[in-house]
């Protein structure tokens, strides 16, 4: 079955919450103590937080559809990235996941270009995106979307800090 990409709606708040959940387990989920993963995914990824970035108008979320079942998402929204050139007007991407099973298949490039044409109409917007410093795969990909790294940050889950990049697409 072909797998289809579809702009999120407030509607699909709890369909988020579980990919997102789901796919930042299945990534990062032995990268940090138990506890602090659950908290973390509870604040960030839970239904309301979900609701909330749905009911912004600043962001945009994209959702990979195997069926009815989403593998994948895309988000992104208002830049906040400490950075001294943001601007207002600039965006983030704010999560970009594919279920282990449906990666290599270009489904992530898929998501991304859906996003890289909303962005860029009508007019090009910078790019903002936080890459954990060790993922090598990721900075790669987003450098071929025109992103450089721009600065370095924490990325804080519990007691944990991760180096995180941050690259920009002028």
């Keep these: 079955m072909p797998l289809s990409i579809r702009r999120a709606t407030l509607a699909d708040a709890e369909a988020l919450s579980a990919i997102a959940i789901a796919t930042y387990t299945e990534t990062?989920?032995?990268s940090y103590p138990p506890q602090d993963l659950h908290d973390f995914l509870q604040a960030?990824?839970?239904t309301v937080p979900q609701q909330q970035e749905l009911a912004d108008p600043r962001s945009a979320i994209w959702l990979l559809h195997e069926g009815d079942a989403v593998v994948g998402y895309l988000a992104a929204g208002a830049?906040?990235?400490p950075h001294a050139d943001a601007a207002e007007?600039?965006?983030e991407l704010k999560r970009l996941y594919v279920s282990a099973r449906h990666q290599g298949s270009g489904h992530g490039a898929r998501l991304m270009d859906t996003f890289m044409a909303w962005l860029d109409h009508p007019q090009r917007r910078r790019l903002w995106v936080g890459v954990w410093e060790d993922n090598l795969g990721a900075q790669r990909f987003y450098a071929r979307y025109g992103c450089r790294k721009a600065g370095e940050?924490?990325?804080i889950?519990?007691?944990s800090r991760d180096r995180e990049f941050i690259l920009?697409?002028?």
């Design 28 to 30: 990062w989920g032995d």
């Design 44 to 46: 960030h990824y839970s």
């Design 79 to 81: 830049n906040t990235l």
């Design 89 to 91: 007007g600039d965006i």
């Design 153 to 155: 940050y924490d990325f």
């Design 157 to 159: 889950v519990g007691a």
């Design 168 to 170: 920009c697409r002028p």
